[in-house]
């Protein structure tokens, strides 16, 4: 099965963001977890993940995030075969990749602030040159006034925000968020959601949000890849087409 | 949009070391201190035991049977004009009675005691082998002489030395393995408790070098300060040896003699700087092997 996301960006006509060619995933022997992907998210789409749980949602997207290497089949991530690149490689493309992940993954030791600014600090930058994008983002979120704070002292919907903030710090090519707006009240997960699309059109970055909110995906106009027993079903919604 | 007037430095990317760490940096110090000692022993029993061979080496030791003063003293006279020899000296009944104190007691010798007539000799350095020429020239003489060139004496001992020095290489070797493998082990472990922060970094976009940099710098540290600590404890001991055993001398004067020159004190230098390489190195190689597994 073959779903093409449609492009929000028109602007960019590169090769596409993610593609996968006949991808199948299974976990030690156990059956198969996903089973015959093809699909391609072309640059600059803002596009929907869902599907029960257990369908393979978090799989697919930690395909996508090369924290996995597909059983079968090949994954191209901006044009590049990742099953021929080297680990100093598949590192780079690694940054041009925003994960908002569901259980957020901030590091306990670091503040709000540092955990935002740990990409740019793995990128080699220096704390002067990125102190006032962290800031400014952590703003945004709604977090201006925590940046000290331990994640511990956070609560889930405060530490979702950093985690997403951390994931835009960067700007990246690429935003894959799983879940991001499962602990954050409705009026901020229609402002995440903004900043998503804003990411989306102002910078023509590629947006994936995977989500079990089926009001969230009604109230956006973006192709849906849906997700049933590990096979990609079409939904009829490639509305932006 | 307010903006914060103070932001925190950067923290390290690593937490501080904690109570995993404390152990390490203990074992490490524990096995430092006892490879500096082992090598310090080692290079403190070769000093004493080169130096017993270098001494016994051109001193020899003529026994005379069956002559009395006036023909020894014609034998020290004798010995004295051969080519190559420094010094003769005969030794007097009485310094004979005090070498033999230890067995006879202090009171003297029993009066039918049958003491050879012993001259040391002394050769003249480079003078090579003065055996033979002893032995002909005393023979020509009429005397009944055994010269002893201690080349036995000196062969067992460089033989033990040789022993000695090699155990003593084996068992340095075994504690650096040892303090290697330990601390391999601890990566690991410590790898393994912060594969939260790993995996991040790692997905991140860190590359394998600057993951594994976090953790050289913070073992490379770790190595110093136990290195460090091992070999201030092993200074301290061998201080303390020095000191006990040159307060009894008298009695101890076949050990070994103890003293701190420089290349002790290289060794003490070097400790810290081996330990903190082989915690780096360990490090290092157990990193990239654990990040090898991932994608």
């Known amino acids: ?241 | 949009m307010s903006r914060a007037t103070t932001t925190p430095r950067e923290s390290p990317l690593l937490p501080e070391s904690d109570a995993r760490e404390v152990a390490l940096l203990f074992v490490v110090a524990a096995l430092c201190f006892l490879a500096a000692l082992v090598a310090l022993s080692a290079r403190s029993s070769y000093g004493a035991a080169a130096e017993w061979t270098s001494a016994s080496e051109g001193e020899l030791t003529v026994r005379l049977r069956g002559v009395d003063a006036r023909a020894a003293g014609r034998a020290e006279a004798l010995i004295t004009e051969i080519e190559g020899v420094a010094q003769a000296r005969l030794i007097p009944r009485e310094e004979a009675a005090q070498m033999l104190a230890p067995w006879f007691g202090s009171n003297g010798l029993p009066a039918g005691l049958p003491v050879p007539t012993l001259i040391e000799v002394s050769a003249v350095p480079g003078a090579g082998e003065l055996a033979d020429s002893l032995t002909s020239a005393l023979g020509a003489a009429g005397f009944d002489a055994l010269i002893d060139d201690h080349a036995q004496w000196g062969q067992d001992v460089r033989r033990a030395l040789g022993m000695a020095r090699f155990a003593a290489f084996a068992a340095v070797a075994l504690l650096v393995a040892t303090a290697v493998a330990v601390i391999a082990f601890a990566t690991h472990a410590a790898l393994l408790a912060r594969r939260d922060i790993v995996n991040v970094l790692h997905l991140s976009g860190a590359p394998d070098p600057f993951i594994a940099n976090l953790f050289e710098r913070r073992f490379w540290l770790l190595g110093l300060r136990g290195g460090s600590i091992g070999a201030v404890a092993a200074l301290g001991a061998a201080a303390l040896l020095v000191f006990a055993l040159g307060s009894h001398a008298e009695r101890t004067w076949l050990l070994p003699r103890l003293s701190l020159d420089f290349w002790d004190f290289l060794i003490l230098l070097l400790t810290p700087i081996i330990a903190g390489f082989a915690s780096r190195i360990a490090a290092r190689r157990t990193v990239l092997n654990e990040l090898a597994r991932t994608i």
Do not use: C
């Not at chain 1, 995030?65 to 680990?87: D, I, N």
């Open chain 1, 1 to 241: 099965m073959i779903v093409t996301m449609t492009r929000h960006s028109p602007d960019r006509i590169d090769a596409p963001s993610v593609r996968f060619d006949r991808v199948g995933l299974r976990y030690d022997s156990s059956e198969d977890v996903l089973s015959d992907l093809t699909f391609e998210l072309e640059q600059g789409a803002f596009a929907f993940l869902t599907g029960a749980s257990g369908a393979g949602k978090t799989s697919l997207l930690r395909l996508i995030y090369l924290a996995l290497r597909p059983t079968h089949g090949e994954v191209y991530l901006f044009g590049q075969r990742v099953s021929q690149l080297r680990r100093a490689q598949l590192s780079a493309l690694r940054r041009r990749v925003g994960i908002v992940f569901q259980d957020f993954r901030l590091l306990e030791h670091l503040s709000a602030y540092e955990n935002v600014a740990l990409p740019l600090r793995v990128q080699g930058q220096k704390e002067p040159n990125y102190r006032a994008d962290v800031e400014d983002l952590l703003n945004w979120v709604g977090l201006g006034e925590r940046l000290h704070a331990r994640p511990e002292t956070l609560s889930g919907g405060e530490q979702q925000r950093v985690a997403i903030a951390r994931a835009l710090v960067s700007k990246p090519d690429l935003l894959i968020a799983d879940e991001p707006t499962g602990n954050v009240d409705p009026n901020m997960a229609e402002r995440l959601m903004r900043l998503f699309a804003e990411l989306n059109s102002r910078l023509g970055a590629s947006v994936l949000v995977a989500t079990h909110d089926h009001g969230l995906i009604a109230r956006h106009n973006a192709p849906v890849l849906r997700l049933q027993n590990g096979l990609l079903v079409r939904d009829g919604q490639e509305r932006a087409g």
